[in-house]
T-cell receptor
Framework: GQNIDQPTEMTATEGAIVQINCTYQ??????LFWYQQHAGEAPTFLSY????GLEEKGRFSSFLSRSKGYSYLLLKELQMKDSASYLC?????????FGKGTRLHILP | NAGVTQTPKFRVLKTGQSMTLLCAQD?????MYWYRQDPGMGLRLIHY???????AKGEVPDGYNVSRLKKQNFLLGLESAAPSQTSVYFC?????????????FGPGTRLTVT
């Protein structure tokens, strides 16, 4: 397989911060995507990291370390609508390969 | 712009029947992808295309064929459906331009094979 690993499930509280980690094999790596997917819907794009470092976009930030094969998605000020699956995906050559996704539960 | 559309939205097939899923995009994207999504398995790449007239295998290509005769359309065929092909199928497209990274997804096709 493509060995893209992320936790299966996580739980956090409304208003808190949560970090979702993703590790991947570095061979042929071009960049890393994060997507959000609500139940029964198509994935929607959150971020794409090519270079090392942190990119911030509103309440969501994404970090990449190419040398370590590691990324995380940081969600701040959690809202109930953030309950969804978060998908890490790696761009290799012309392919985009997904991990199994992390289901995030938000408690009031 | 309609973005990425998929036809049909739902389908029930009997084992051994054939069908074609149609994906269309109006964004002039070069790259198109077919994925299947099963519970606990995430999105798995079936086939993909980097341009009109070209296709390539993804992670799980067995039992499927594809064609990209026109740039805007990407067809996924099941020649002899099996219950293991019961899944939600997503099509996606994106630009070849390295400055435009986003992959746009269609709404999905829910296929049941009995």
């Amino acid at each position: 397989g493509q060995n893209i690993d992320q936790p299966t499930e996580m739980t956090a509280t409304e208003g808190a911060i949560v970090q979702i980690n993703c590790t991947y094999q570095t061979s042929g790596f071009n960049g890393l995507f994060w997507y959000q997917q609500h139940a029964g819907e198509a994935p929607t794009f959150l971020s794409y990291n090519v270079l090392d470092g942190l990119e911030e976009k509103g309440r969501f930030s994404s970090f990449l370390s190419r040398s370590k094969g590691y990324s995380y998605l940081l969600l701040k000020e959690l809202q109930m609508k953030d309950s969804a699956s978060y998908l890490c995906a790696v761009s290799r050559d012309d392919k985009i390969i997904f991990g199994k996704g992390t289901r995030l539960h938000i408690l009031p | 712009n309609a973005g990425v559309t998929q036809t049909p939205k739902f389908r029930v097939l009997k084992t051994g029947q054939s069908m074609t899923l149609l994906c269309a995009q109006d964004m002039n994207h070069e790259y198109m992808y077919w994925y299947r999504q099963d519970p606990g398995m995430g999105l798995r790449l079936i086939h993909y295309s980097v341009g009109e007239g070209t296709t390539a295998k993804g992670e799980v290509p067995d039992g499927y064929n594809v064609s990209r005769l026109k740039k805007q359309n990407f067809l996924l065929g099941l020649e002899s459906a099996a219950p293991s092909q019961t899944s939600v199928y997503f099509c996606a497209s994106r630009s070849r331009d390295r400055g435009l990274h986003e992959q746009y997804f269609g709404p999905g096709t829910r296929l049941t094979v009995t």
